[in-house]
């Protein structure tokens, strides 16, 4: 086994098979407990020499098994990282997580340092290739510092590497050309070619994303003189062809990135494939817009290819983060020609994609959205659609009516967000913008509603799609200025949806009998979740408005995560839970409710919710940022009320900011009161609003009646529905 890595180590591959399979012979007739170890470097063997993933993954599963067996941990934790580091290869980043999850754990257990400083390093690729680039960051950094104490320089200068593409994503490109230039001077100092090579090429980069051409297209030389490897010589071809183009050589510039598509393709490189699509669809912009458009589409096609062999919900909710300027790009490369219903196409097909795909029950497939359908919807339900689009350069607003769609140009996404963050926090700070003189609520109403005010004016319901930090604010807290200045919430009753895509019309439902399942006030178990003291009122004022044979309420110790299963939620038409809630950016379907101990177990996550098959035509979490904590560029914001809507609920209330605890149970009380009475939830949430608005003194503040949200995939209800509550009471 020594004498086949000698080999493998000096370039005699085939030798180093031989000599492996003699091991291997060998252990398996005596029995030899070495025999995982042989199994693991054929699998990695077998991949390298062959590409042979089906091979090289039976290896490492018959080591883990024997290791296993064996009660090896060490022979564990390698056999589990070398099945994720296989998959990491074919790109499977999502696939390969729980090995890589599986070998940490052992390996910290154990401990075996070094083994875990790889598995966080690991770990953080995933991470980082699957759009979570919060996560990642923190896990290059603790591998980078633990490698730094290892003195494994040369998982040192990966790990700085990473940490430098991060940096870049986000553009802050003094951060990552420090990182980069540091993994450069140690990949130089080991005298690893293959690396230096790689460092240069993210270096020159960083140097393209800034315009400094001459920068750049020094070091991609250096980077094409080092002999790259075929990984990446489709990163450099990439980089060339951008060069030119900015350099004014079109020529150049088109052959350059067709040659890259070539060399992608022929690796598995779907980051540079689609790169330079959209690169030659820049580049033929404004000379030949078919031919730019048709580069467009292909580009989302291998996007729409890679999103689709993902397999886990996280991996999907994140995956669009990294590609959001392209969107970007192909939206307003569309909406500047006036191509409007295209524009709407593309940008609602691209969103809340995963929900939809699970609402239509077609995961081999990908949804599609269609501006006319939008339309039809409007006209059927009497509702005015709004969908924004925050881009850095110009944003856009699309209005959809029973006549058509309307497009409309808003202002750059920084000059949004500034009034965006004055706003939050003229709220937060408990200020009252309608008698504060608040410019910041005003501006937004004028910007994000004065153009399409004429539009919604009549409107019996808006419903709206909101883009990135559009989700921090609630549009209904926005000054109409004017003769008699007020908030939006006097003027229209609004939901939010997903995307235009998840909705449907809802017609009129089969008659149901309102009953409520309420779980809250649960036993204090952690300290960051206090005894709330208003919960109790807030459950009693709910409950009293059904009857006892229509209502399950369990509090106290009552009030843990299995009762929400035990009590067959499918069974009632309205759920309510009272207690705190812990949003998670870094993983949003980890996000949890927080209820009683039981078993051990006191969170009941928006991940176990979204595995759920429920049909409540409403859902309220009374809880802070229960709606979630970010917003993911394509998913939207994701928490309880995305797991709530996937599970199959029409309706969800949610928080979107800190819920006052004696806001809630007044707000509560009269909600539920107009629901019962045959309004639907948005227009039943709204009057509630309005009620503790007008009761005068501190609740007349945003700050108290303002949280709560609607979550819709359910365009409107009809009077028919009205109808059959009314004579069912």
């Avoid at 991949?47 to 024997?66: H, N, W």
């Avoid at 553009?171 to 990552?176: C, I, N, R």
């Amino acid at each position: 086994m020594d004498r086949a890595e000698f080999e493998r180590q000096s370039g005699r591959p085939e030798e180093a098979r031989k000599l492996l399979t003699e091991a291997r012979d060998q252990a398996s007739r005596n029995k030899e407990p070495v025999l995982a170890w042989i199994e693991l470097r054929r699998g990695l063997l077998v991949y390298d020499l062959d590409g042979d993933f089906e091979g090289a993954d039976a290896a490492c599963r018959r080591a883990l098994q024997l290791a296993t067996a064996q009660h090896d941990p060490y022979f564990m934790a390698y056999a589990s990282l070398d099945l994720g580091y296989i998959r990491l290869r074919q790109f499977r980043y999502d696939a390969a997580l729980p090995f890589f999850d599986a070998a940490d754990q052992t390996a910290r257990a154990a401990p075996f340092t070094l083994l875990h400083e790889r598995c966080l390093g690991d770990l953080g690729a995933c991470y980082f290739r699957l759009g979570d680039s919060e996560r990642a960051l923190n896990l290059f950094s603790e591998a980078e510092q633990l490698a730094e104490k290892l003195r494994m320089a040369d998982d040192q200068q990966l790990w700085l590497g990473d940490m430098g593409t991060i940096h870049h994503v986000r553009e802050d490109y003094a951060k990552a050309t420090s990182d980069y230039m540091q993994a450069l001077a140690i990949a130089r100092r080991l005298g690893n070619s293959a690396d230096a090579t790689r460092w240069l090429n993210n270096i020159a980069r960083a140097y393209i994303d800034q315009s400094k051409w001459d920068e750049a297209e020094k070091c991609n030389s250096l980077a094409l003189a080092g002999k790259p490897d075929d990984d990446l010589a489709p990163y450099l071809q990439l980089n060339a062809g951008l060069i030119a183009t900015a350099r004014g050589r079109a020529g150049d510039a088109e052959s350059d990135l067709h040659r890259a598509i070539e060399l992608a393709q022929k690796t598995h490189q779907p980051n540079v494939e689609w790169q330079a699509h959209s690169g030659l669809a820049e580049l033929l912009r404004t000379r030949n817009r078919a031919a730019a458009q048709n580069e467009y589409a292909a580009a989302v096609g291998v996007l729409d290819r890679e999103w689709l062999a993902l397999s886990r919900d996280n991996s999907k909710i994140t995956f669009r983060n990294y590609q959001t300027s392209f969107y970007q790009d192909y939206v307003g490369f569309l909406a500047e020609q006036g191509r409007k219903e295209k524009a709407l196409d593309v940008a609602e097909s691209s969103r809340a994609r995963l929900l939809m795909q699970k609402l239509d029950g077609r995961t081999a497939a990908l949804p599609a959205f269609h501006a006319l359908d939008a339309v039809r919807l409007a006209r059927e339900t009497h509702c005015v659609l709004l969908s924004y689009w925050l881009a850095p350069n110009r944003s856009y607003l699309w209005a959809v009516t029973a006549k058509g769609v309307s497009q409309f140009v808003l202002p750059a996404e920084p000059a949004i967000n500034r009034l965006i963050e004055q706003h939050r926090a003229s709220i937060e700070n408990l200020e009252d913008p309608l008698t504060s003189g608040g410019t910041a609520a005003r501006q937004l109403y004028q910007m994000l509603l004065g153009p399409v005010e004429p539009l919604i004016r009549q409107a019996r319901q808006v419903i709206i799609v909101l883009d990135g930090r559009l989700h921090e604010v609630n549009l209904e807290t926005l000054v109409v200025d004017g003769p008699s200045p007020h908030y939006w919430i006097e003027d229209a009753t609004i939901a939010l949806a997903p995307s235009l895509g998840v909705l449907r019309s809802s017609g009129a439902p089969s008659p149901r009998t309102p009953r409520l399942l309420i779980i809250g006030d649960p036993l204090a178990v952690d300290p960051e979740f206090p005894p709330l003291p208003h919960l109790k009122s807030e459950i009693r004022e709910i409950a009293a408005g059904f009857a006892e044979s229509n209502r399950a309420v369990y509090s106290g110790a009552d009030a843990y995560p299995g009762r929400f299963r035990e009590a067959n939620p499918r069974a009632f038409t309205a759920i309510h839970f009272a207690a705190h809630a812990s949003a998670n950016e870094e993983s949003p379907l980890n996000s949890a409710i927080i209820l009683s101990l039981h078993g051990g177990d006191y969170k009941l996550y928006a991940s176990e919710i979204a595995a759920l098959q429920l049909d409540p035509e409403l859902v309220t979490i009374s809880a802070c940022r229960s709606a979630g904590a970010r917003a993911y560029s394509g998913e939207g914001l994701v928490g309880f009320s995305w797991a709530f809507l996937d599970a199959g609920a029409h309706n969800v209330v949610a928080g979107i900011w800190n819920v006052d605890d004696a806001a809630a149970p007044p707000l509560m009380k009269e909600f539920y009161r107009q629901w019962r009475e045959g309004r639907d939830p948005a227009a039943a949430l709204r009057l509630a609003k309005l009620s503790l608005m007008r009761t005068g003194g501190a609740f007349r503040k945003p700050y108290y009646w303002g949280p709560f949200e609607v979550f819709t995939r359910q365009a409107t209800r009809s009077a028919m529905d009205l109808a059959w509550r009314n004579s069912s009471r």
